[in-house]
T-cell receptor, first 114, second 112 residues
Framework: DPKIIQKPKYLVAVTGSEKILICEQY?????MYWYRQSAKKPLEFMFS???????DNQTASSRFQPQSSKKNHLDLQITALKPDDSATYFC?????????????FGEGTRLSVL | GEQVEQLPSSLIVQEGASVLINCSYT??????FPWYKQEPGKRLQFIID?????ERKQTQRLTLLFDKKTKHLSLHITATQPGDSAIYFC???????????FGSGTKLTVEP
């Protein structure tokens, strides 16, 4: 019974389009994160949120925008998609910050940009 | 930023063997080191962690050693089983930052 739900599991998009990746966690955690995994960079940190506020951002491009409408939601909007954006995007969460508890990861959304 | 390196990149062993996965990091400010396991097409699964004020941690068949002076960790897995086949990731985080830096992974294959 997955406690971190990512939707959709698979996503195919055309270059230049916009997509939203959904993440919900039912663990009561206060911190949420996005990571990206591709052939070029195995696991790359993107964003961290704590109590719905952005804490860390290591994504150079403004085409990636996290959105937190509720405490247990952290969606990822990607605009002007490029083939290089093709990757698996993992959402994760932890009770508090990372140094208190290792984040738990969702099953990922596999994005292919044609 | 922090850089985490893992060696070897892949390992193939026979069931029952022990394996050692090495990990090194660059930033002395890193204080927390969780390890994860990822089976093909699956999510990352937390397996063991250690903090910089510890030297050793053991759970069942996993032993994690930490050397703060050399900035080096090693994960020892004993009595391997085919179900241990996966990619193992070392990671590091610094105090007051909610960022995990990952190594490139070690692909372990355990043959029956």
């Amino acid at each position: 019974d997955p406690k971190i739900i990512q939707k959709p599991k698979y996503l195919v998009a055309v270059t230049g389009s916009e997509k939203i990746l959904i993440c919900e966690q039912y663990l009561g955690h206060n911190a949420m994160y996005w990571y990206r995994q591709s052939a070029k960079k195995p696991l790359e940190f993107m964003f961290s949120y704590s109590y719905q506020k952005l804490m860390d951002n290591q994504t150079a491009s403004s085409r990636f925008q996290p959105q937190s409408s509720k405490k247990n939601h952290l969606d990822l909007q990607i605009t002007a998609l490029k083939p290089d954006d093709s990757a698996t995007y993992f959402c994760a969460s932890s009770q508090q910050g990372i140094n208190n508890q290792a984040p738990l990861f969702g099953e990922g959304t596999r994005l292919s940009v044609l | 930023g922090e850089q985490v390196e893992q060696l070897p990149s892949s390992l193939i062993v026979q069931e029952g063997a022990s394996v050692l996965i090495n990990c090194s990091y660059t930033d002395s400010a890193s204080v927390y080191f969780p390890w994860y396991k990822q089976e093909p097409g699956k999510r990352l699964q937390f397996i063991i962690d250690i903090r910089s004020n510890m030297e050793r941690k053991q759970t069942q068949r996993l032993t994690l050693l930490f050397d703060k002076k050399t900035k080096h960790l090693s994960l020892h897995i004993t009595a391997t089983q085919p179900g241990d086949s996966a990619i193992y990731f070392c990671s590091a985080s610094m105090a007051n930052y909610n960022v995990l830096y990952f190594g490139s992974g070690t692909k372990l294959t355990v043959e029956p």
